[in-house]
């Protein structure tokens, strides 16, 4: 059974940084590609960025470009989102998710597996 667990959320003062983790468990990690997504209250779900299984290929939504990177450690089975410059719009609930059919972690990917989510909030 496949099981995602994030961590690093919290508050934070804008301009500060935070680096969520996510642990996977119950697959082979090294060969899936990973997403991070967020969900504000009242807002629909939006992908903010993605990473190849083989970390060599990253998407970022623009409203984060530059300010959040995503990396993973195969051997830890992890993912991370280190997000710095936060502002008070990155305000949400924060997700991994697995891709599950093919391995572009865009936007438009099918994911398959999705964490419980972390909050993050940032005060102004």
């Known amino acids: 059974q496949v099981h995602l667990v994030e961590s690093g959320g919290g508050l934070v003062q804008a301009g500060g940084s935070l680096r969520l983790s996510c642990a996977a468990s119950g697959l082979t990690f090294s060969t899936y590609s990973m997403g991070w997504f967020r969900q504000a209250p009242g807002k629909e779900r939006e992908f903010v960025g993605g990473?190849?299984?083989?970390?060599?290929?990253?998407y970022y939504a623009d409203s984060v470009k530059g300010r959040f990177t995503i990396s993973r450690d195969n051997a830890k089975n992890t993912v991370y989102l280190q997000m710095n410059s936060l502002k008070p719009e990155d305000t949400a609930v924060y997700y991994c998710a697995v891709v599950t059919v093919g391995a572009i972690p865009g936007p438009r990917a099918t994911y398959g597996y999705w964490g419980q989510g972390t909050q993050v909030t940032v005060s102004s």
């Open positions: 990473i190849s299984w083989f970390g060599g290929s990253l």
